[in-house]
């Protein structure tokens, strides 16, 4: 990408960012060559002189986002935006390296934790091309973190670079810099300690004799509810798709799953953006938006459970050091949006 203002406009997200990002290398080369050190370095490799990036490099399935050319090999970065792995992709790219006659290393940067299968990590080509951390940043995790990248780019005295890292926070790929929790998007382990906060909510639903469980990363589901909500599903997220929140990230998010044959109460919360304060806590506003799909949703007939509405939170807002006081953060919240979406759905509602 020569000219940035020559950008396609039709590029997804995740397209933007990788077209974005081999501009910033080729405008600052300097901070590629940092960025191979970086990622050969804490992966126990000998490092090589930064040439080129270029975004897209195959036009095979196994299609990287970005390629860092480099005199003695080269580097194929696959990239997440969010906490989404696709075992197959990395598979296929690892495959793709060992055939190249140049040797080519493959890394995976995230924006979030993801799941890697070990046998996969444990194969022939991950050990011979899969570039894996093994130093004690972010020690956890077998890929490496954009929060960590962030870090090379905002300390560049370069206006391009800060401009780009100002971008880079928009994409929520900034380090959260809480004292407590700051790890929750990285650390099964702060994960698991995040998840034991949510025993009240568990215990408010089980009085209603409802079920609930642990789900994912750091996630809890609420089974049924009510006749009409097969699922209320909560958990924290360090990006989201609405754009427009006033809410900051990370956030603490409530997800409305509907029964497919509820077409009255999927209609009630369709077009829905808007927002209240908890009564616990005037000082956390909580937004409401509909599903991106809710148009798709009301002309297909099925019995399916359909994303009706997402409520989003600041997490700044509801964690805390103290254990007790987060607790009830997060039961209120939840109560929150349960009692706001049984009144927004009823059939009865104004």
Not at 286 to 307: F, G, N, Y
Request: hydrophobic share 40%; glycine share 2%; proline share 5%.
């Amino acid at each position: 990408m020569s000219n940035i203002f020559l950008m396609p406009q039709n590029l997804s997200k995740r397209e933007r960012f990788a077209v974005s990002w081999e501009y910033l290398l080729e405008n600052i080369p300097d901070l590629g060559q940092e960025l191979v050190d970086f990622l050969t370095q804490r992966a126990g490799k000998p490092s090589s002189v930064f040439i080129q990036a270029t975004t897209y490099p195959y036009t095979t399935t196994a299609q990287p986002d970005i390629l860092l050319e480099c005199q003695d090999f080269d580097i194929v970065c696959e990239h997440r935006l969010e906490s989404e792995l696709s075992k197959h992709s990395l598979e296929d790219l690892l495959k793709s390296s060992s055939q190249r006659d140049k040797l080519t290393y493959v890394a995976l940067i995230s924006n979030s934790y993801c799941l890697i299968d070990a046998e996969l990590l444990d194969s022939e080509a991950a050990t011979r091309y899969y570039l894996q951390p093994h130093d004690a940043v972010n020690a956890s995790m077998p890929y490496f973190c954009w929060q960590d990248i962030y870090a090379l780019v905002a300390q560049k005295s370069v206006r391009l670079a800060h401009e780009f890292a100002e971008y880079m926070h928009f994409m929520d790929m900034q380090p959260w810099q809480h004292n407590i929790w700051g790890n929750l998007f990285l650390s099964p382990d702060v994960a698991n300690q995040f998840s034991s906060n949510w025993l009240p909510v568990i215990e408010y639903f089980n009085g209603l004799d409802v079920t609930s469980k642990f789900s994912g990363y750091s996630g809890l589901e609420i089974l049924y509810p009510l006749p009409w909500l097969q699922l209320l599903y909560l958990h924290a997220s360090r990006s989201v798709q609405h754009n427009d929140l006033q809410s900051v990230s990370p956030y603490l998010v409530a997800t409305i799953w509907v029964k497919g044959d509820e077409r009255d109460r999927i209609k009630a919360l369709q077009g829905i953006s808007s927002h209240f304060e908890l009564p616990e806590n005037p000082e956390v506003m909580v937004e409401i938006r509909a599903s991106l799909a809710d148009s798709l949703w009301m002309v297909k007939s099925s019995s399916r459970p359909r994303l009706a509405a997402t409520y989003y939170t600041s997490l700044d807002r509801v964690v805390s050091a103290n254990s007790q006081q987060m607790q009830q953060n997060l039961l209120h919240f939840v109560k929150a949006v349960f009692d706001h979406a049984q009144s927004i759905s009823s059939p009865n509602a104004e």
